[in-house]
């Protein structure tokens, strides 16, 4: 059942290069959304970095104990980062999109005072999206472990040739892939890197993750789509200064041997857009499908 939204977490983009402007802008949202008869706290990083003392903090955990919704003014990245963190609570977020793409923050801007007295009233539109959880094992021991909203890639260093990895879907051996690296992406990370890899779009309905390999050696090594249910394990076979990457965040380096696998999250995170959203809208809009066009 809908409801109403009474208390709103506030976190806010404080790594862009114009902090004074951030720091206004955030001033101006909380001040229009306390006007709206909410109470406003800014999620604690974000406060800190961006000046704001005079407004009410809260941790990450604070924000999942106390929070109705939270309300992220910043780009996809900006998104991704507390998704991830957010999830566990069940809290419901709306995105403000400050960025340049804007796929997961999906109000303008300059519409976010006629775009918010509604849904926070009640009136919007929910969408669920799936995480992905990825644990690197080395000789029987996890070494690393993290989360990842759009993907997690393997690839090869920097100044190295092709990485070879042997992969396994569901415990079944489905090929050794050589290439530049692979990309395991939720259907959320399919209009990301896996996009520019040749990889399909998925729609954010569809229970799927696109396996897709960055310049593959064999051109016949096409991206595959598979059921978000699957396990994969990504084996480092050959290749030197390997790495591992979950959302283009956080950094794990690999050795020969290392097994990278990937499962469906426990948790989800959940989405809400105006009352009308439509993700072909989003596509034509980010993509520039049509243009020209009337």
């Excluded at 003014?73 to 403000?96: E, H, S």
């Amino acid at each position: 059942m809908k409801r109403q939204f009474q208390r709103v977490a506030l976190i806010g983009k404080y790594q862009a290069a114009q902090v004074d402007a951030a720091r206004l802008l955030l001033q101006d949202v909380a001040a229009f959304v306390v006007s709206l008869g909410c109470e406003v706290h800014v999620e604690q990083d974000t406060a800190t970095h961006l000046g704001l003392a005079d407004l009410p903090m809260l941790d990450v955990a604070g924000i999942g104990a106390q929070c109705d919704v939270a309300l992220v003014v910043g780009g996809d990245g900006t998104m991704l980062g507390i998704g991830r963190q957010l999830a566990r609570y069940d809290v419901p977020l709306i995105g403000i999109n400050q960025g340049r793409l804007g796929f997961v923050t999906d109000i303008a801007l300059k519409d976010y005072r006629a775009s918010l007295p509604p849904m926070l009233a009640g009136a919007y539109d929910e969408d669920t999206r799936g995480l992905l959880h990825a644990e690197v094992w080395r000789g029987g021991e996890r070494v690393f472990d993290a989360l990842a909203m759009n993907d997690v890639v393997v690839y090869r260093g920097a100044a190295s040739g092709m990485v070879e990895l042997r992969v396994e879907v569901d415990g079944r051996f489905v090929a050794n892939h050589r290439a530049d690296g692979l990309i395991v992406a939720t259907s959320t990370g399919s209009t990301a890197y896996a996009l520019s890899a040749g990889g399909p779009l998925l729609h954010p309905r569809v229970a799927g993750w696109v396996l897709a390999p960055i310049a593959p050696h064999m051109l016949s090594n096409r991206p595959i789509v598979l059921s978000d249910r699957s396990e994969v394990t990504l084996e480092v076979v050959a290749g030197r200064d390997a790495s591992a990457s979950f959302d283009m965040q956080s950094l794990a380096a690999l050795e020969h041997g290392d097994r990278i696998i990937v499962r469906r999250a426990t948790h989800e995170v959940r989405f809400l857009h105006p009352v009308g959203w439509s993700y072909f809208d989003t596509l034509r809009h980010k993509l520039h499908w049509n243009e020209g066009n009337s």
